[in-house]
């Protein structure tokens, strides 16, 4: 079992990975932005925190560059469905960074459930 933080600002999405992570007995957490996350990890660190990076207030990519300084130990599983219509392209930049691993939107429970255990080590 992994302390998983998910961040996304889709409410919907938040639910979907929380339900599918907890259903392998993930402890979960959420938040709406990346400010709201940053705040949970300094509280207590998560072992994987699963990011969108599009999103108000502090993007996927900026939180994982901070979380990069506060948690170095942290994973991160970097989520996007904006992967053709946006440049530069967030995913491909986020998939070059240490330790993180890419997903596009819009994924199966299996595709998340394999990210998650590839990000930690499973």
């Known amino acids: 079992m992994a302390r998983i933080l998910v961040v996304d600002d889709e409410p919907i999405v938040r639910e979907l990975v929380r339900k599918t992570l907890e259903r392998v007995d993930h402890e ?3 938040a709406e932005d990346g400010e709201v996350a940053l705040k949970l990890s300094k509280k207590q660190p998560f072992d994987l925190v699963i990011a969108d990076l599009f999103m108000p207030v ?7 560059v901070q979380l990069r300084e506060e948690s170095p130990n942290t994973k991160v599983v970097a989520i996007s469905g904006s992967v053709y219509e946006r440049k530069p392209r967030f995913l491909e930049i986020a998939g070059r960074m240490e330790s993180v691993i890419t997903l596009a939107k819009p994924f199966t429970p299996e595709d998340l459930l394999t990210a998650v255990e590839e990000s930690l080590g499973k």
């Open 28 to 30: 979960v957490a959420e």
């Open 58 to 64: 502090m993007d996927g990519l900026q939180l994982i």
